[in-house]
């Protein structure tokens, strides 16, 4: 099957008619350009400004290593929608609430594709899982099935949570807990693969832009797989008094709320609302999906104006809106409370509130998300219940990231744990 593409492009002030045509499987591309004529011209909204590229390779050689940061940097210059030639793909990034509502509700169907990238691809066995498929009748059989068959029935402090966290999906899959030696090594087996994968699947791939290559893996990802850049970021001293401060009202919470005498069970946590404040803080500052999950437009369309064309990649730079000032008081400060304010209510994880979308938005968002809340409220309440946490000594808080479809810190944090209960058959 051939898919023909057809959009408007304006390079150097002239404005030209694009065809793509891509085989099914992406073996090979052609790109061409016309001249419109003027009746077109007018007819026909003209694509998002952005960069200039290179010619082939597009903006490629200018991304750098964090594609988040980047795209931050490029909609401070170019505005909230903004387009870039990837090889000869046409990405489109957006980082605005009102684009972000055009996109996941008012032209939700037509946005609800994904393209797997190669590493994806190869992990998820021709992108034919849950979160790659495209839109259509096989992935609403398999969401329908992930969301009321597995879904309910649920069954370094990140290793510790990730231990836990692998335990869970474990018995979700298996329906059994794995001991020993065995256990060890599995979790230690998963915990590198997700890694590497979750760091795979968010870089751009040659590959991926240039099909015809892909058999020869030039950057390594799907053979060697290789450790990445990162940079570096420490907490200076003023965010890090603020962070004590919170720990403090949070272990007061949990004190008032599970007492000294108990652990925390599930009936807790809806009384915890400063916690369930820190999570969403914290899924703000620092959103695990900062580019959530691209999405590809099924058919040409209007967006905020311009044209995008049939089978563009349409980024949501989550990380931007969830940092911009004109959106929110002291935007690059931790400060849970912004989320306990009255008028704060609209803050959930529905997707709905295009100012706040950690988990997306529309038909294609998380269905992981009641399952990641409680997780999330459960393993940190009984960690910070049970336990008083201190840095190491001459040590300090660092938020350095590792950027990957999923970003995750650079540096384990370790830290000492003192129990807190006096009842130590409690623990
Ligand atoms: C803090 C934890 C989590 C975050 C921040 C998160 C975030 C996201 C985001 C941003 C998307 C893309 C949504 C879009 O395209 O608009 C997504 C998709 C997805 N998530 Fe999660 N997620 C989390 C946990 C989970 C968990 C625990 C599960 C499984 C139980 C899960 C399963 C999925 C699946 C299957 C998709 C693909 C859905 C589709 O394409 O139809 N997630 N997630």
Known sequence: MVVMVVGCQQRGGESYQISSYYSSHNYYSVLFAVDIDKKSKKAMAPLPPGPKGLPVIGYLPFLGTFLHKKFTELAGKYG?????????????????????????????????NRDPPTASRIASYGGNDIAWSSYGPEWKKMRKVFVREMLSNPVDFGELVFEIIANAINSMLCGGTVKGEKWISFVSEFRKLAEELMVLQGKPNVSDLFPVLARFDLQGHCGGWHRHNINHARMDDGRANATSRIMEKVYQELDEVVGHSNIVEEFHLPNLQLLNAVMKETLRLHPALPLSVPHISSQSCTLGGYTIPKGSTVFLNVNAIHKDPVLWDNALEFRPERFLNKDSGSFDYSGNNFQYLPFGSGRRICPGVPLAERMFMFIFASLLHSFEWKLLNGTEVELSDKFGIVVKKKNPLLLIAKPRLSNFDLY
């Open 80 to 112: 909230s929608i903004y387009k870039l030639w990837l090889g000869n793909k046409l990405c489109i990034v957006i980082s605005s609430p009102s684009l972000a509502k055009e996109v996941f509700r008012d032209k939700d169907a037509i946005f609800a």
